[in-house]
Structure formats: C-alpha cells, structure tokens
C-alpha cells in the first residue's frame, strides 16, 4: 500500500517497543512518518533534537520511514501534513483506554482521520520509557529494551542524570 501514515510519541528514549511498532507499520503502509512530540510542558530527558537523532539511528535500515517533530495537537499537524491515518501501538488494556480517548479526540477535531492500532509484541507489553530511563539512571542493564545502535548513547545520557 502507498499510503503515508504517522505514528506519533515522545520517544524519551526510543525502545525497542516502539521499533517494533515503527518496523511492522513500515511493512504494511508506504511511509510511516515517526513524530516526536514537542511539549513545553514536559521536561524530557533527551531534547528532541537527541529523541530524532537516536530515532534515525534505530530506524536507519528503513527507508520508508522519515523522522520528524511537531508542537501542537497531533489532529492539526496530521491534517497540514495530508496524513490521515495514525499508527498507535497499545500494550496492555490501560493504554486502550487513553489512545481510545485520544482517538475518539482526533477524529473530532479532524474528522478525515483514522487511528490504527498494532499490539504490541509478547517481548515488549512491559516496556515504556520510563522504566528504561529509571534502569539506566541507576545503572541497569537496558540493553533488552533500547535498539542496539543507540544503546551506549542512552546509556550515556541516563547516567549524567
């Protein structure tokens, strides 16, 4: 299919979750734009200039997939971008909940867009960000759940904090 779809997220830091994710939406759709969410109200561990740089380290064998970041809500930038699908991963039942929300949200304010949902893998239900910045921060292996290229730089980053 030569449809272009995004799959947004705040990838702070990015794991092999989310590669899973990104990897299987690039088999299926023509291009899968991967946004970073830029939120002043956050205050990320890796700036999003590090978020895309680590993202196109991981996802450099893929040529069908372009990194970029946004400000703002996604339904807008979907709609400035002429996408008009988004590619979620879900975990378990709680994220159902909220990127059901968040859906139901989107198509609201942009009512020519549509939210696919792709399970996450049986290796990764556990996985989020935040438990890889903890288990780097205090000197824990995370090389299980972060994509080899980018290991030793979030390792890097994690353990100044």
């Excluded at 830029?38 to 700036?47: A, E, H, L, M, Q």
Aim: with cysteine; proline share 4%; hydrophobic share 40%.
């Amino acid at each position: 299919m030569n449809k272009t779809v995004i799959c947004p997220g705040s990838f702070d830091p990015v794991t092999l979750g989310h590669l899973d994710i990104i990897t299987r939406a690039s088999k299926m759709f023509g291009k899968v734009i991967v946004a970073v969410l830029v939120n002043s109200g956050k205050n990320p561990t890796f700036s999003t200039e590090e978020r895309m740089e680590l993202l196109r380290e991981a996802t450099a064998g893929l040529d069908n997939v372009e990194i970029t970041s946004f400000k703002g809500l996604l339904a807008e930038y979907c709609k400035s971008s002429g996408v008009d699908t988004i590619v979620k991963g879900l975990r378990a039942v709680s994220d159902f909940e909220y990127e059901f929300q968040m859906a139901l949200a989107n198509k609201k304010l942009n009512p020519q867009l549509e939210t696919i949902f792709l399970t996450a893998d049986a290796d990764s239900t556990f996985l989020s960000s935040s438990m890889v910045r903890e288990i780097g921060s205090m000197g824990g292996d995370i090389s299980n759940f972060v994509p080899a290229p980018v290991h030793d730089r979030i390792v890097k980053k994690l353990r100044k904090q």
